[in-house]
């Protein structure tokens, strides 16, 4: 699976929209790009994920650039419980290659009131 | 529906004892994946169920490592004997479609301490 870079840390301001980077310069044509976030020690959020297009659920919007090299996790209205390591992780498309999510350092965002 | 769930929450033991942790993945879930985290590092990847069978288990760290899912329902991860560099947060994970567009859910996580 492609390698992911994200800035180690971030602070965003309760209300404000948090918008998080992910470069993904190596992504294949059928590998996913998965968001989850991970709040002190509580086991990894799913968030939301997406292949190529722009994609919004009640949690976020994720916006892919049209090389699909990089994208941002975006919080429209960002809480204090919002406060967690978020991941950006590639993933292979094909089953049974590759199933396994690989997790990097994440950016630690820390919204602030 | 319930989620992914992890008994125990917490486990402290002794060195060269024995742990069994237990994983219910969400019903209908064919696929259970074992994650851990051991202090200062990041989340790893340990093995891949299919039921009841081991589809990938390239992330287990040695043979002291012992995961079973009899019936293809919950998993079991037995360590013996434990060893001080074994701590760490145990996660577990289900999914429904093995595959880059199936979604894994995450359980709470078994924290096991060795002294």
């Known amino acids: 699976d492609a390698k992911t870079t994200q800035p180690p840390s971030m602070d965003c301001a309760e209300g404000r929209a948090a918008n998080l980077p992910c470069n993904h310069s190596?992504?294949?044509?059928?590998?996913?790009v998965y968001w989850y976030r991970q709040i002190h020690s509580q086991g990894p959020q799913y968030i939301i994920h997406g292949l190529k297009n722009n994609e919004t659920n009640e949690m976020a919007s994720l916006i892919i650039t049209e090389d699909r090299k990089s994208s941002t996790l975006i919080l429209p209205h960002a809480t204090l419980r919002d406060t967690a390591v978020y991941y950006c992780i590639v993933r292979g498309g094909v089953p049974r290659a590759g199933n396994m999510l690989t997790f990097g350092g994440g950016t630690r965002l820390m919204v602030k009131p | 529906e319930a989620g992914v769930t992890q008994f125990p929450s917490h486990s402290v033991i002794e060195k060269g004892q024995t742990v069994t942790l237990r994983c219910d993945p969400i019903?209908?879930?064919?696929?259970l994946y074992w994650y851990r985290r051991v202090m200062g590092k990041e989340i790893k990847f340990l093995l891949h169920f299919v039921k009841e069978s081991k589809q990938d288990e390239s992330g287990m760290p040695n043979n002291r490592f012992l995961a079973e899912r009899t019936g293809g329902t919950y998993s079991t991860l037995k360590v013996q004997p434990a060893e001080l560099e074994d701590s760490g947060v145990y996660f577990c994970?289900?999914?429904?479609?093995?595959?880059?567009?199936?979604?894994?859910?995450f359980g709470p996580g078994t924290r096991l301490t060795v002294l």
């Open positions: 190596t992504i294949s044509g059928n590998e996913y």
């Open positions: 994970a289900s999914s429904l479609i093995a595959g880059g567009a199936d979604t894994q859910y």
């Open positions: 019903s209908g879930h064919d696929n």
